[in-house]
């Protein structure tokens, strides 16, 4: 009796000549992925050299499919491949959740990690999420707004050209392990302070954007890039950046980048999803934001950001 | 130190809990974490485990997602920075290394690890870098009432010990002062909740878990606002009396969907755990005994 029916829940896996090739290959580059078609020109290459001087006979799609059935790779989405570490028996071992987002978004143009995914990366809030959020341009032609990855729910946010990032400094290409040539975009921390005050549904909320304000502010925080960023994400956004700059001390900051917003005419409700729904809000005539989340709460998010 | 599971059994568990596993992961790590502090004989009755890990020890369902904490003194631990020594561990299958301890508050009295970075080397189900931390919160304040021994309790079926560990903890009377001043000065609805899993289990009868005292619950909260209001008058000014704190813990509080969500019970206490039970069991159950 054969091991393997004996024990049906633990994978046994055996390796071609052609699928060794391809797992050597792709720990040479320092990789845990493959991607095709994009990777099939250089893998064929790789493959041949170590299998030479036999050739590798038809397309890497099918070959590539046969691993991932005998769970020597994993199969993310089409075309998309991550290896398999030596004893798993699920994908969410073999990567994490950047990897797959850059492997679902990495061919379709531009994109880059923002909102909860950045606040998190930045290490200004503990909160642990099941969902990635992603910012690509409105011209892309990836038309998904959101996906089932391993583990992660992907949402997808359309970025007019107007709002996309602009500096170098907004944008942050990082390893997304220590030991592989493998990187994902995401926002600095600069333009993730931004991008959540203007979406805090995809930010786990404003209690989650202020406190990660507060945070930020006991860090070393480009805050004139801040106000730019701010400035340039519509009339409301730089409203609401000019007024929680102002709460959190940097009135000089305000007073440089926002000395023409009159506040005049202007309600801009803080929170914009209004979560509070109070009854009654104050509006700041300086900025012409409507505070309409409890001053309490504002005063005591701040504090307890303060303390730890 | 534990009998660490392994990758089955943990995915297993998660699913059971409806947590995810990093989050798990993150908590085995912090109990074997409180393990090595007893080991090096951190814990006395003057210096003890405490917040939402302390009420572990009474079955309290919430999971906390990233923090641990602790309340000693300068009696126990001097230099406060002497603490990144202890929080070190390492053994075959788990090493943890602390950030050196930084006060974070302008007395010195409070002092943070942060980050605790750990190598989870009994799994790989945690890939993501950034879900290999949690933060240490050290209070040097000295608890105002002796803390007593309690056995670790977890909410899941991973056989981490043969026999639960023992460890101090925080009198419960001093958890409802902190939770009490956190939640009124801070507004962070995790303390709110707690509050209501205490006013919950120390009702009289069966099941009973907590035993409170009424008086003693008010002496504490008094105590604990008159300490605060030295430390961090600004933040505690709306506050000038213990009532005033009770006012406010009888109002009934907001809970925003996002930020409602972030509170992360095992699921099999979900159901049970609502908004309105919450606020009943604040209002119903806790503010009286204050009064």
Same mark, same amino acid.
């Given at each position: ?134 910012? #690509? ?18 949402? #997808? ?152 | ?291």
């Amino acid at each position: 009796m054969r091991y393997n029916s004996i024990m049906p829940d633990r994978i046994v896996r055996t390796a071609s000549p052609q699928a060794s090739a391809i797992l050597e290959a792709v720990a040479d580059a320092k990789r845990r992925s493959l991607r095709l078609p994009e990777d099939e020109e250089w893998l064929r290459e790789q493959v041949e050299e170590k299998l030479a001087p036999r050739k590798l006979e038809g397309k890497l799609a099918p070959l590539l499919q046969g691993m991932a059935d005998r769970k020597s790779v994993y199969r993310v989405r089409r075309g998309r491949y991550v290896v398999a570490p030596r004893g798993s028996f699920s994908v969410k071992q073999a990567a994490s959740t950047e990897l797959f987002v850059d492997l679902v978004l990495g061919a379709q143009g531009d994109y880059y990690l923002s909102y909860l995914s950045a606040l998190v990366a930045h290490r200004l809030t503990d909160v642990h999420s099941t969902a990635a959020y992603a910012a #690509i341009r409105q011209s892309s032609g990836f038309r998904d707004t959101h996906l089932e990855l391993p583990g992660v729910e992907l949402h #997808i946010v359309r970025l007019s050209e107007g709002r996309w990032p602009t500096e170098e400094r907004e944008l942050e290409r990082v390893r997304i392990f220590p030991d592989a040539k493998e990187f994902v975009w995401r926002a600095s921390l600069e333009r993730t302070l931004v991008d959540a005050l203007s979406r805090p549904q995809l930010s786990a909320g404003f209690e989650t954007v202020m406190s990660c304000w507060a945070v930020a502010s006991k860090r070393e925080v480009n805050w004139d890039l801040v106000a730019a960023i701010g400035e340039r994400a519509g009339d409301s956004t730089a409203r609401r950046t000019a007024f929680l700059l102002g709460l959190l001390g940097y009135g000089d900051v305000v007073e440089r980048n926002f000395a023409t917003l009159g506040g005049r005419g202007r309600t801009v409700p803080l929170d914009r999803t209004n979560s509070y729904r109070l009854a009654h809000a104050e509006r700041d005539s300086r900025t012409g934001v409507v505070v309409n989340v409890p001053v309490d709460h504002l005063r005591g998010w701040v504090a307890a950001a303060a303390n730890g | 130190m534990i009998n660490y599971p392994n990758d089955r059994d943990l995915v297993e568990q998660a699913s059971a809990c409806g947590i995810p596993e990093p989050v798990l992961v993150r908590d085995i790590v912090r109990l074997v974490e409180v393990l090595n502090l007893k080991r090096k004989d951190f814990f006395t009755k003057r210096s003890v485990l405490a917040g939402s890990m302390a009420l572990r020890c009474f079955d309290s369902p919430r999971f906390t997602v990233y923090d641990a904490d602790f309340s000693t003194s300068a009696d126990a631990v001097h230099p406060p920075t002497s603490l990144k020594g202890l929080l070190a561990y390492q053994d075959d299958a788990l090493e943890i290394t602390p950030a050196s301890l930084v006060p974070h508050d302008d007395a010195g009295t409070a002092w943070k690890s942060a980050p605790i970075a750990y190598n989870p080397v009994f799994t790989s189900l945690v890939p993501n870098p950034a879900d290999r931390e949690f933060k240490a919160d050290v209070s040097f304040r000295g608890v105002m009432l002796d803390g007593f021994e309690r056995e670790l309790v977890v909410p899941y079926e991973l056989e981490l010990w043969d026999e639960p560990p023992v460890v101090f903890i925080m009198d419960p009377h001093e958890t409802v002062a902190e939770k009490t001043l956190g939640w009124c000065a801070h507004q962070q609805l995790k303390h709110y909740a707690d509050l209501a899993y205490i006013a919950l289990v120390s009702r009289d009868g069966e099941g009973q878990l907590i035993k409170l005292n009424n008086a003693k619950l008010r002496t504490t909260l008094a105590d604990k606002l008159e300490a605060m209001r030295k430390l961090q008058s600004n933040i505690y000014e709306p506050f000038p009396h213990v009532d005033a704190l009770i006012d406010k813990l009888e109002e009934i509080p907001i809970f925003p969907v996002l930020q409602w969500q972030r509170i992360m019970y095992v699921r099999q206490a979900r159901d049970r755990f609502t908004q309105e039970f919450l606020v009943r069991a604040v209002r119903e159950l806790l503010v009286p005994r204050f009064r």
